[in-house]
């Protein structure tokens, strides 16, 4: 079993950054793939962002360049640097988790952070 709790959401200006972190315990940290995904009102939830156990990364086309995912085993953290924030970006943000390899990563979730963006 895994627990993830996030943190670090708020409301900021468009063109402005935010940093979610992510704090997992309850297994082997090194061992899962993480992500973040995102929730907007009327919307499905999307991945924005995902790191694999050896540190791969990948984007949602409508992050890259803007959104930086990295994680830290030592401290069994994984965050998502947010830069040149759009009003698009407003969302319920959520870290995932999953183990044995399996992508995308979605087998375990955080409560949820809100990300605002004004414009």
């Known amino acids: 079993q895994v627990q993830l709790v996030e943190s670090g959401g708020g409301l900021v200006q468009a063109g402005g950054s935010l940093r979610l972190s992510c704090a997992a315990s309850g297994s082997i940290f090194s061992t899962l793939g993480m992500g973040w995904y995102r929730q907007a009102p009327g919307k499905q939830r999307e991945l924005v962002a995902g790191i694999r156990r050896a540190g791969t990364t990948m984007y949602a086309d409508s992050v890259k360049g803007r959104f930086t995912i990295s994680r830290d085993n030592a401290k069994k953290t994984v965050d998502l640097q947010m830069n040149s924030l759009k009003p698009e970006d407003t969302a319920d943000y959520y870290c995932?988790?999953?183990?044995?390899?399996?992508?995308?990563?979605?087998?375990?979730w955080g409560q949820g952070t809100q990300v605002t963006v004004s414009s």
């Open positions: 995932s988790a999953s183990a044995l390899g399996k992508w995308p990563p979605n087998d375990y």
